[in-house]
């Protein structure tokens, strides 16, 4: 399970770490996609709208855990990289300690709020019903969401992207046959997708809890290791809280977008959210870098080995240079196509594909500075992530999607636009923090760490 990432080629080690991460996030979307699109075969634009939105104040809340999980990767890479396996067995107690207390609290707070979570992201009138029942379903299902996270945060950290893959494999063909069954068979519309989901998670976690007691990993978990201590979970949530506010405010973001297309009528708003499901295969290298480069350099930190993390930095951006420009070249001839798999409304597509034709630029502009955050975030500087997405976001993505909903109330192409006009001046950003933290007292970067 565990693996060394210090040595040998740094090509090769960002392939072999990126390629399992790409399919595992490619499954995770797909079983996202397949509620979309099996909601659209057996109900109207309605229920396909609840799902499409009520999926997106699930992906935040999902990536505001994976970022606050960010802490986990980046301490047990650290230590792995340095030999340090009580610190991993530390940073891992202590990990679970502090989110199942925290997924327990969510659940709770949500569920009581649900309907204040609906009423605030302006969801249509036709939609509300079908929102709220899936919402509260998923909200029922935080704590095995957030046990899944924590549990591929953690292999991450020790260098195994493949077994989150498989975890999520088997939640992604568990959650299709939920889907038809609930949806197609039982007639339970938006509740039904939630509930496959929910269920699929669950079987996730219990394929990736058999997988680790069945294996030597060499770390020890004694109750010790899981009882708090000050110290590791400062570095938990010193790393993992900018992170997790920056996702939160880059979805917030989003849904701030969701809100202006909900207003504009039902069409607009499912072609906003069928697009943002699109949009999560064109993200799978951006993404998949973010993590690869965070869990890359950790170890290499970790080893003292600081060319190594820079070398790990340059391959991803090129990587996901050469994705987004593909993607982008696709999409101007082919958007409709893509958002007519999820609807049959002529309106819906031409819409959509309106949308997507401006934003998907976006995956080669996020896709760098999704490479710098996971640089920054591994060696400690993860507030770095946090102040160039605000800034983004509030100087720009917001403001942008507003004037382009007020000016061009017949297109949704400006609109697209709104999220990598953000993205470039977070790139400008990241690129000078990047220089300036290499020539900060004259020294290597290895000498700008935070000292514990």
């Known amino acids: 399970m565990e693996k060394n990432l210090t040595t040998g080629s740094v090509l090769k080690a960002v392939l072999g770490f990126s390629l399992p991460y790409i399919l595992s996030y490619f499954l995770q979307t797909l079983y996202g996609m397949a509620d979309l699109f099996i909601i659209g075969q057996f109900n109207g634009v309605e229920s396909t709208t609840a799902v499409s939105i009520g999926s997106q104040v699930m992906h935040m809340l999902t990536v505001m855990l994976v970022g606050l999980a960010m802490g986990t990767t980046v301490m047990v890479g650290q230590a792995i990289g340095a030999g340090k396996r009580e610190e991993a067995s530390y940073a891992i107690g202590n990990t679970i300690t502090l989110f199942m207390g925290l997924s327990v609290i969510l659940m709770a707070g949500l569920l009581f709020s649900v309907r204040l979570v609906v009423n605030v992201i302006a969801t249509p009138a036709e939609a509300v019903s079908g929102t709220v029942s899936?919402?509260?379903?998923?909200?029922?299902?935080?704590?095995?969401?957030?046990?899944?996270?924590?549990?591929?945060?953690?292999?991450?950290?020790?260098?195994?992207?493949?077994?989150?893959?498989?975890?999520?494999?088997?939640?992604?063909?568990?959650?299709?046959?939920?889907?038809?069954?609930f949806i197609g068979g039982m007639k339970l519309g938006p509740a039904g997708a939630a509930l496959g989901t929910v269920i699929s998670q669950t079987i996730s976690v219990v394929v990736s809890l058999i997988v680790i007691f069945k294996r030597k990993t060499g770390l020890e978990l004694t109750k010790r290791k899981i009882i708090p201590q000050r110290r590791t979970m400062a570095g938990l949530l010193k790393i993992g809280i900018p992170v997790a506010l920056q996702d939160g405010f880059i979805q917030i973001a989003f849904i701030a977008i969701t809100v202006i297309a909900n207003k504009r009528g039902l069409n607009d708003a499912a072609a906003v959210g069928i697009v943002e499901k699109i949009i999560g295969i064109m993200f799978l290298v951006p993404s998949s870098m973010l993590q690869t480069v965070s869990a890359l350099c950790a170890q290499n930190i970790g080893a003292g080995k600081h060319d190594r993390a820079r070398l790990t930095l340059q391959y991803a951006v090129v990587m996901t240079m050469i994705w987004g420009t593909a993607a982008c070249i696709l999409m101007q001839f082919d958007a409709e196509p893509f958002v007519g798999m999820f609807s049959d409304n002529a309106q819906v597509g031409i819409l959509g594909s309106q949308y997507m034709r401006g934003y998907i630029w976006d995956t080669i502009l996020a896709g760098i500075h999704f490479c710098f955050s996971g640089y920054f975030c591994a060696y400690g500087w993860s507030g770095i992530s946090f102040i160039h997405n605000s800034i983004s976001i509030v100087c720009v993505r917001i403001p942008?999607?507003?004037?382009?909903?007020?000016?061009?109330?017949?297109?949704?192409?400006?609109?697209?636009?709104?999220?990598?006009?953000?993205?470039?001046?977070?790139?400008?950003?990241?690129?000078?923090?990047?220089?300036?933290?290499?020539?900060?007292?004259?020294?290597?970067?290895?000498?700008?760490?935070?000292?514990?």
Not at 166 to 172: D, M, T, V
Not at 408 to 425: E, I, K, N, Q
């Open 134 to 181: 899936y919402l509260t379903v998923c909200f029922i299902g935080i704590p095995f969401i957030t046990a899944y996270n924590i549990i591929s945060a953690i292999f991450r950290g020790m260098g195994d992207s493949k077994s989150p893959m498989y975890f999520i494999a088997a939640a992604c063909v568990a959650n299709i046959a939920l889907d038809y069954l």
């Open 400 to 452: 942008f999607a507003c004037l382009a909903s007020r000016y061009y109330a017949d297109t949704l192409f400006p609109m697209g636009l709104a999220s990598p006009a953000g993205s470039a001046l977070s790139v400008v950003i990241c690129v000078g923090a990047f220089f300036w933290m290499r020539k900060k007292k004259g020294l290597g970067m290895e000498n700008a760490l935070p000292r514990r």
